[in-house]
T-cell receptor, first 113, second 112 residues
Framework: DGGITQSPKYLFRKEGQNVTLSCEQNLNHDAMYWYRQDPGQGLRLIYYSQIVNDFQKGDIAEGYSVSREKKESFPLTVTSAQKNPTAFYLC????????????FGQGTRLTVV | SQQGEEDPQALSIQEGENATMNCSYKTSINNLQWYRQNSGRGLVHLILIRSNEREKHSGRLRVTLDTSKKSSSLLITASRAADTASYFCATASPGSARQLTFGSGTQLTVLP
């Protein structure tokens, strides 16, 4: 089945630790995105990548880092510099840039303990 | 920044009734999209309407777009309990090729 897979579904982090969220797609999409969603809120863009080996900051990139070494994969690292990391993280992909339909993963809920 | 703003924030209706949600945005757009999100899950694309279109249908969904008022509406007809979810509008703007900008959503509850 074609789709976009995020793992893990739930993640707990101690303060001061870095954690990496996985996002893999087999849709052959060029563009991939990371969004953050806080309770009762819309989605805010963290980072996006339009092509392999290239990525750009979104609206709330501070405290996060990404890589795009393979077309299929776009992992997000939440660093200790992110002061309020508890949130629901959503990865998405689209054929090209965001003028077409976006496909979302099922999300990772990150909690700082 | 969030461009689309949905109204109402929450809507509760009986099964079989129609549900209407509205979205307003601030800048010119290439297209506007509606997504659905079940609690704790990812978003699912429902429908895309381009800036030169005024109305679009997909099954029980009807979307309208008024670019002069910078607004869109999503109508779900003959609602079902399974339609209970959050609904988001998202805009894609010219020159802003990087992203969809999402609103804060409407929480729809359909009572059986």
């Amino acid at each position: 089945d074609g789709g976009i897979t995020q793992s893990p579904k739930y993640l707990f982090r101690k303060e001061g630790q870095n954690v990496t969220l996985s996002c893999e797609q087999n849709l052959n999409h060029d563009a991939m995105y990371w969004y953050r969603q806080d309770p009762g809120q819309g989605l805010r863009l963290i980072y996006y990548s339009q092509i392999v080996n290239d990525f750009q900051k979104g609206d709330i990139a501070e405290g996060y880092s990404v890589s795009r070494e393979k077309k299929e994969s776009f992992p997000l690292t939440v660093t200790s510099a992110q002061k309020n990391p508890t949130a629901f993280y959503l990865c998405a992909s689209s054929i090209k840039v965001m003028n077409t339909e976006a496909f979302f993963g099922q999300g990772t809920r990150l909690t700082v303990v | 920044s969030q461009q689309g703003e949905e109204d109402p924030q929450a809507l509760s209706i009986q099964e079989g009734e129609n549900a209407t949600m509205n979205c307003s945005y601030k800048t010119s757009i290439n297209n506007l999209q509606w997504y659905r999100q079940n609690s704790g899950r990812g978003l699912v694309h429902l429908i895309l309407i381009r800036s030169n279109e005024r109305e679009k249908h997909s099954g029980r969904l009807r979307v309208t777009l008024d670019t002069s008022k910078k607004s869109s509406s999503l109508l779900i007809t003959a609602s079902r309990a399974a339609d209970t979810a959050s609904y988001f509008c998202a805009t894609a703007s010219p020159g802003s090729a990087r992203q969809l900008t999402f609103g804060s959503g409407t929480q729809l509850t359909v009572l059986p």
